[in-house]
């Protein structure tokens, strides 16, 4: 199943963790260190709904978004 939305093509986003350590500054301490930076995905909240498309009913995969728009019709 791709991580796509059926509607508007929103999809998944690539970002970064970052792991510090340390005492912050104003709390005392010498200030937070970057100790790792890992690579991570941000993935769209995409639903398997029944949609009404041109009279027939099909399986789409829709975002939360297009849902909460009013962008599809449900079944």
Do not use: W, Y
Not at 21 to 42: A, N
Not at 48 to 63: D, F, K, M, P, S
């Amino acid at each position: 199943m791709s991580r796509l939305c059926d509607i508007c093509g929103k999809g998944s986003l690539t970002g970064n963790r970052i792991t510090r350590h340390g005492l912050p500054k104003k709390k005392g301490g010498i200030g937070l260190h970057t100790t790792g930076i890992h690579r991570r995905r941000f993935l769209p909240n995409l639903q398997r709904i029944h949609v009404n498309e041109a009279g027939a009913i099909l399986i789409r995969n829709v975002c939360t978004t297009c849902l909460k728009a009013g962008k599809v019709l449900k079944a």
